[in-house]
């Protein structure tokens, strides 16, 4: 099966690093299911993939709601086809220090991450066995590692992990890849959030956390995408269970 043939969804597909993987997707030949909370949101990118000569589906759907799920595979199915590659990069921050912490916070990041991760691969693997080929990619963060103030986010991040060195065992044997990115610093809507919060001026922050950096500048979505691509690809066969720091260096 060539890349043409195959249907990809990518959760939170409408900004930043989704919006950067479906397009990159689509220009490696997929069909590409570009699902976000809003149908509306995801509407600029695939008309940006149907303008530059791809197949793409805008998908509004809670990824955190197991019926919605179910609705949107069913509606790619049908309108794109089976979808065989799944990118699971929906994510939300709900930052604070543990005391100030509503449980709220904690299960809205739980929810989108880990139930949302979850429940999307749950639905879309029975199509990657029929098949006999698919590739999950989920999208944990350096935060994995601990984070101040992201107790729910960091948590969250690791369990992607841990979910998807599972994911390869147990789907390894039906041609099914799964592995994981952690991204470092990316200039991004949710880190120019980050840098409000703590009340910082956002070239500052940038210039300051590029300075930590091994390469010396930060990431951009396009450096996700990149390594995505290289994940979901046939080539990538052999590569499964692995979490991929994509943070400019060694260390987080």
Request: net charge neutral; glycine share 10%; hydrophobic share 50%.
């Amino acid at each position: 099966m060539t890349n043409d043939q195959r249907v990809a969804i990518v959760t939170g597909g409408a900004r930043g690093l989704g919006a950067a993987t479906a397009l990159r997707l689509a220009r490696d030949g997929m069909a590409v299911a570009v699902l976000d909370l809003e149908e509306s949101a995801a509407k600029p990118v695939v008309d940006t993939i149907v303008a530059e000569g791809g197949r793409a589906l805008a998908v509004g759907a809670d990824v955190a709601d197991a019926d919605a799920v179910t609705a949107a595979v069913a509606r790619v199915e049908a309108e794109l086809g089976a979808p065989i590659v799944l990118v699971n990069n929906a994510g939300i921050t709900r930052d604070n220090l543990l005391f100030k912490m509503t449980e709220l916070d904690w299960d809205s990041v739980m929810g989108v991450h880990l139930r949302g991760a979850f429940l999307m691969t749950r639905a879309v693997q029975r199509h990657m066995v029929a098949a006999s080929w698919g590739r999950i990619v989920n999208l944990s963060s350096t935060s994995a590692l601990g984070n101040r103030g992201q107790a729910n986010y960091a948590t969250a991040k690791a369990g992607l992990q841990g979910f998807t060195k599972t994911l390869a065992i147990e789907l390894g044997k039906f041609g099914v890849t799964a592995n994981c990115i952690a991204p470092g610093f990316i200039v991004s809507d949710m880190t120019r959030a980050t840098a409000q919060r703590i009340g910082e001026d956002w070239e500052t922050y940038v210039s300051a956390r590029a300075a930590q950096i091994p390469v010396a500048r930060a990431g951009v979505p396009e450096d996700i995408a990149h390594t995505v691509s290289f994940l979901v690809s046939e080539g990538a066969g052999f590569v499964s269970g692995q979490v991929i720091y994509v943070a400019g260096g060694p260390k987080a």
